[in-house]
C-alpha cells in the first residue's frame, strides 16, 4: 500500500486528488495540505512514499519545495500550466498531471509509482537501477554501465554491449542512485564507473575507446578514490 499526502493550494484541487485516492487500489492518502510549510512540517516528522503536489502555488513553487526534500518522496507533479513540464522530469518526477486529469490519467499515474516501488524495493536492488527512459521504466544493472554523458536536458548511459539509454534527469539525481564506491562524477558532463577504466593519461580517462575529461573541481577527489 502507497501512503501519500497532497500539497495544493486549491481545495477543489485536493478534493478532486482525495476522490481519485478513494476510487484507486493500492493508495491510502494521508493527509492533504493547503499550505507548503504545513506539508514540510508533516514530512519532517513522518514519511510517506508519494507526493501529488502542485507546481505553481503563491507561497512557494511546488519545484522548490520538491528540491529541499533530500531524499525525498516520489513526487507526482499536478498543475495546470504545462511548460513546467521539462523541469519537473529533471527533477526524476514519476509523471506530470495536467489538470484537470481524469480517473484513468490519475491511475496510470499511480501505477508508475508502483511499479517504481516495486522495483526498487526487489531483492537485487543494489546491483540494479530503475531508470524511466522513453515514456517507460527500465532497469539496468550497474555492473553494465561504463559511463554517463551529459547532453543539453538528457544523460546518455553508455552500457558495456547493449544499446545506450537517453534518460531525461539531472547529473546529481543520477550519481545519488549509483553505488559511490564504484561511480564517480570526473567532469560537469560525465560520470564514470571505476572498474571500467582503462587507463588514466594527462587528465583523460580511456573506457571502451572512449577518451574522458577530467575536470579541475573533480581532479583530486577522482584521484583520491582511483589510488585507494
Do not use: W
Not at 139 to 149: A, P, Q
Amino acid at each position: 500500500m502507497i501512503t501519500a499526502i497532497a500539497i495544493d493550494d486549491e481545495a477543489p484541487a485536493l478534493k478532486v486528488i482525495e476522490n481519485f485516492c478513494g476510487r484507486t487500489e493500492g493508495i491510502r492518502l494521508e493527509r492533504t495540505f493547503l499550505r507548503p510549510d504545513e506539508a514540510l512540517a508533516y514530512l519532517q516528522a513522518k514519511q510517506v512514499d508519494l507526493l501529488f503536489l502542485d507546481i505553481r502555488m503563491p507561497s512557494q513553487s511546488g519545484l522548490d519545495l520538491y528540491k529541499t526534500l533530500d531524499p525525498g518522496p516520489l513526487v507526482i507533479f499536478t498543475t495546470a500550466h504545462s511548460e513546467y513540464a521539462v523541469e519537473g522530469f529533471n527533477l526524476n518526477a514519476i509523471d506530470y498531471l495536467l489538470k484537470p486529469f481524469t480517473l484513468e490519467r490519475f491511475q496510470q499515474a499511480v501505477n508508475k509509482a508502483t511499479q517504481f516501488l516495486s522495483f526498487r524495493q526487489s531483492p537485487d536492488q543494489t546491483e540494479t537501477l530503475l531508470i524511466k527512459a522513453d515514456y517507460s521504466l527500465s532497469r539496468i544493472r550497474t555492473g553494465d554501465i561504463l559511463f554517463v554523458e551529459a547532453a543539453d536536458d538528457y544523460l546518455k548511459i553508455h552500457q558495456d554491449n547493449k544499446p545506450s539509454l537517453i534518460v531525461r534527469m539531472t547529473m546529481k539525481s543520477l550519481i545519488g542512485m549509483l553505488p559511490p564506491g564504484d561511480f564517480i562524477r570526473t567532469h560537469r558532463s560525465y560520470i564514470v564507473a571505476l572498474r571500467r577504466i582503462e587507463n588514466v593519461r594527462n587528465r583523460v580517462i580511456s573506457i571502451a575507446g572512449r577518451n574522458i575529461p577530467i575536470g579541475n573541481n573533480y581532479e583530486a577527489a577522482f584521484f583520491r578514490q582511483f589510488k585507494a
